[in-house]
């Protein structure tokens, strides 16, 4: 609230107005205005909010408790005051009880009992404004909540979509399959989605499918029986029995074996399952959560993944996006990586420098957010402050400036879904026939089959030397 207050007199009678608003300036620092009447009092207040209003009651046309209704309808923090006559008092304690009027003063005022009575309007105002003033707080920490939700920080629009479909997908018992590059969150986005689920206060179960042997992988998931094989010494729950009620996070699924993916399937289908060793059937309750930084669709081609199983698992899907395709939000995660690796490290750092936010801007980021929760945890452990620089970066980003800047030896900028692609081939041979005319479909297949040879078959690096995202690469691949 301003140093001065707004207040609003509003009165048929002139002589009234000019009595008033004299009184109130000298008791106080307002800008104090004046109408004649409820309806012109109603004009002034839809263009201005006045701290204070004090209406007659009795007017001719619209009464000062008709008035006062529609302000609270359009100002609700004004502080409404009622001025009237000594025989009108049961109609302002109706009109107090329902809320029209915060108080009233009687004619002829008193100019203590004035004093008083706006005293305690303008501790009610700002009151009223701090109340507001937390509702608006609370209002934006809502907002930032769910822009930044159960371990996920970030406000681009890519992450928010990714957002929504977390707080739909959660509350369902309905089975989602996470894509993305490796480092993006994809375990982190199974624990949001169990954690605002109704299965939150049951386990969380995660097993990367990449990291236990095949041999073990079935025992791990299903759990197995005493003398089941070398080394079983006592029954062993697996993650199927430790997730009952929960949720089981499958990650990395194109890794794991295809003849044991039939026997997930079947765990899906049915709810059953055999201890390695046993021939008892067990059942148990569990939602499952697969992800892969594989192309699914290529997967299923290439055999890693079964095509009746990705489509059994495939009823939510959710994508997360690599940390180069997610803006700003890569300055909002360096700050908070920073803010934990300093109190971690017990360093003092008071933020990165100008060409370091560049820096950070810039890099394509290929091993997405674990690689810059390194970067910054190395730097931090590594370094003073009082500022992270780019050169301080750069020292632990031995590649920094090829993942900035490709170098193309001879290119030829061409359209490839909507995306601005080098091409990598020899326009200085001059043309000597209309045989050697080649068309753009024909030069973009060369150049991507060429990056994906040169990165031996890794397709992700091939599309970042080409600038596109893998998922264009695997549609036209599937194309072709």
Not at 133 to 148: G, Q, Y
Not at 205 to 215: F, G, Q, R, Y
Not at 353 to 371: C, H, T
Request: net charge negative; charged share 25%.
């Amino acid at each position: 609230m301003t140093d001065k207050l707004d207040i609003l007199l509003v009165d048929d009678e002139v002589a009234v107005q000019r009595a008033l608003k004299r009184t109130l300036e000298c008791l106080l620092s307002a800008n104090i205005e004046t109408a004649s009447s409820g309806t012109e009092g109603l004009e002034i207040c839809h263009k201005k909010t006045f701290d204070i209003v004090i209406s007659d009651l009795s007017m001719p046309g619209m009464s000062g408790i008709e008035f006062l209704e529609k302000l609270m309808q359009i100002a609700p923090e004004t502080i409404r005051i009622m001025l009237t006559a000594h025989g009108d008092a049961e109609h302002i304690l109706e009109a107090i009880n329902e809320a029209k009027v915060w108080s009233y003063l009687t004619k002829p005022w008193d100019d203590r009992r004035l004093q008083l009575v706006i005293g305690q309007a303008v501790k009610m105002r700002s009151a009223l404004v701090e109340r507001t003033m937390l509702k608006t707080a609370l209002v934006k920490a809502e907002s930032r909540r769910k822009r930044t939700i159960e371990g996920f920080i970030g406000e681009s629009k890519a992450l928010r979509n990714a957002y929504s479909i977390i707080e739909k997908a959660a509350p369902s018992n309905a089975s989602v399959f996470i894509t993305g590059e490796s480092g993006v969150g994809k375990e982190v986005a199974a624990q949001a989605i169990h954690n605002l689920s109704k299965r939150k206060l049951d386990n969380f179960v995660a097993l990367n499918c990449a990291a236990i042997p095949s041999e073990l992988m079935e025992s791990e998931i299903f759990g197995h029986v005493k003398g089941a094989f070398s080394g079983a010494v006592t029954n062993r729950d697996g993650a199927a029995t430790q997730a009952d009620n929960g949720t089981l996070f499958l990650d990395e699924l194109g890794e794991m074996d295809m003849s044991l993916q039939a026997k997930i399937l079947r765990f899906i289908q049915t709810g059953t399952f055999q201890r390695v060793g046993s021939g008892k059937l067990e059942k148990v309750n569990v939602r499952f959560i697969a992800a892969t930084n594989r192309e699914p669709l290529k997967a299923i081609a290439d055999g890693h993944l079964r095509e009746d199983l990705f489509y059994r698992l495939n009823v939510i899907a959710l994508h997360l996006p690599p940390l180069r395709e997610r803006g700003d939000d890569v300055l909002l995660l360096a700050n908070h990586f920073l803010h934990c690796f300093m109190a971690e490290e017990s360093k003092v750092f008071s933020g990165f420098s100008e060409d370091a936010k560049i820096l950070l801007r810039k890099f394509s980021w290929p091993g997405n957010v674990r690689q810059l929760q390194n970067l910054i945890h190395s730097c931090v452990v590594m370094n003073e402050g009082p500022l992270l620089t780019a050169s301080m970066l750069s020292s632990q980003l031995p590649t920094a400036q090829e993942s900035i800047v490709p170098i193309v030896p001879q290119s030829a900028d061409i359209a490839l879904d909507d995306q601005a692609v080098s091409i990598h081939t020899d326009l200085s041979v001059p043309l000597q026939d209309e045989g050697d005319i080649r068309t753009l479909a024909d030069i973009e297949r060369k150049a991507i089959q060429d990056a994906i040879a040169f990165y031996e078959d890794n397709v992700v690096k091939a599309a970042n030397a080409l600038g596109v995202s893998p998922s264009t690469l695997y549609r036209k691949i599937q194309q072709w």
